[in-house]
């Protein structure tokens, strides 16, 4: 029996041992998260392991709740102690659950402790961790994972003077123009920071694409998307215009084609500048009013959409001519036709299958995914791990990818079904080098 969280977790063969040890020591890319630049600028430190842990974490949170703990411990106004020792508590009834795996990765990688957190180590490990924070702020906790870049996500209109590079760790932004896609209130906000009156469509891609040339100049090499599903339909240029021009009393169905329109034009601005666009789907934001109203968004009441339909994707893509298509990565949180949204990037250039995502960050949900790609896409093109994450500890993700990598790859090693020089090549690129090309640092 291996020892708790030791070396040999998720790594069930002598291959896949050997196959970490390639990569388990690669820098990190994280080129999608929701962390703070400004956080990172300041070099922040952390009050205590909730700070760290809890302030921000919608993943613990949900958690929390599915266990039936009392909103006050999550996002109320509970002291640090007390939302530690509740978040403890739950921790043996999340066996298989990710957040199993995370949390005792960090608290080994970060704090040096080896034991299950529960109700009865709770004070104990609060104390040892909360000594240990006192000479670790965030540029630390980055460089102790061998962070180099990060890829914040950033509202078109955002003030982005906390991006640089900090200590080796370069910092910059992801163009995220969800709110865009609805011109009805956002045009007065946009109007208020390009300083000037926006009176068409086409005026608003012109200041949008004002914005995006701001994120280049301060680092920005990949964008952004979230929705529930692709568009049905797309707007004319002069459909558009005359969307644009009635959009305060705009239908559902005409607002879904002004997406559709500005998604294409969008699309054809990072071509030009050599920009990834990331495309996450099948998900349902917010679904709980009375939390929203309490809590806000992105505070783990989103949730699982119905499976993305090929035939829109197909048509998004097909709108796209080949050699005018930007590098794409498509994102699916209901992973239940996987293998069809897969065998679409191999009908169009340039398109790859993301990593699994969110809901899917789990054991199987990884392994699952892996599996997809290597059958119907190509695994080593595969761009590799991001967190996702509002927690600067979210960087143990990178390590949990990691060994289930080398774990299917080592399969296959096993079974005598590939060569092991070819999967050392394809871990090392999976873990980093893919990343690094397609960003082109």
């Known amino acids: 029996m291996k020892t708790f969280f030791g070396d040999g977790v998720l790594l069930d063969s002598a291959v896949a041992e050997r196959l970490y040890g390639q990569v388990k020591d690669l820098p ?24 760290l842990w809890l302030q921000h974490d919608h993943y613990k949170w949900r958690a929390m709740r599915l266990c039936g703990v009392d909103e006050k411990f999550i996002t109320g106004d509970a002291d640090g102690y007390g939302k530690f020792v509740k978040y403890a508590e739950i921790m043996p009834k999340l ?28 004070k104990r490990i609060y104390t040892i961790a909360n000594e240990k924070l006192k000479d670790i702020s965030v540029l630390k906790l980055l460089k102790s994972f061998d962070v180099r870049y990060i890829a914040t996500t950033d509202d078109p209109c955002d003030n982005l003077t906390s991006h640089g590079t900090y200590d080796g760790i370069t910092v910059a932004p992801t163009f995220r123009p969800d709110k865009a896609f609805d011109p009805t209130g956002y045009t007065v906000k946009l109007e208020s920071v390009i300083g000037r009156r926006i009176s068409t469509a086409e005026d608003y891609v012109r200041a949008l694409t004002e914005r995006l040339d701001m994120f280049t100049a301060r680092g920005c090499r990949i964008t952004d998307h979230g929705f529930e599903k692709f568009p049905e339909s797309y707007a004319t240029d002069a459909e558009a215009e005359e969307i644009f021009a009635n959009r305060d009393s705009v239908t559902d169905s005409g607002m879904e084609k002004f997406f ?60 796209i001519p080949d050699g005018k298509r930007p590098q794409m990565i498509l994102y699916t949180l209901n992973d239940g ?14 398109v790859r299958t993301g990593a699994a995502w969110w809901f899917n960050d789990t054991v199987e949900g990884i392994r699952r995914n892996l599996k997809i790609t290597a059958e119907y896409g190509a695994l080593g093109t595969c761009p590799g791990m991001l967190t996702d994450s509002r927690s600067f500890a979210g960087y143990v993700r ?22 092991i020089k070819s999967a050392e090549t394809l871990a090392r690129n999976i873990c980093f080098r893919n990343a690094k090309e397609m960003l082109r640092l």
């Not at 990190?28 to 700070?51: M, N, P, R, V, W």
């Not at 659950?97 to 080896?114: A, C, D, Q, S, V």
């Not at 505070?299 to 197909?314: C, E, N």
């Open 398 to 419: 990178f390590d949990f990818f990691r060994r289930i990598l080398c774990g299917y790859i080592g399969e296959k090693v096993e079974s005598g079904e590939y060569d």
């Open 28 to 51: 990190i890319i994280d080129y999608h998260c929701h962390l703070d630049a400004k956080a990172i600028a300041d070099d922040t430190g952390f009050g205590d392991i909730s700070e």
């Open 337 to 350: 036709n996987l293998a069809e949204l897969t065998a679409v990037t191999g009908a169009f250039p340039n």
């Open 260 to 319: 559709g329109w500005l998604l294409l034009k969008l699309a054809e601005k990072y071509a030009e500048r050599r920009l990834v666009m990331q495309l996450h789907f099948a998900v349902i934001r917010n679904c709980n009013s009375t939390m929203f109203a309490r809590c806000g968004a992105d505070s783990g009441f989103d949730l699982i959409g119905a499976a993305q339909s090929v035939k829109p994707l197909v048509n998004f893509l097909d709108r």
């Open 95 to 122: 066996i298989g659950n990710p957040l199993y795996y995370w949390t005792h990765f960090e608290l080994k990688r970060i704090f040096g402790i080896t034991e299950p957190l529960d109700a009865n180590s709770a």
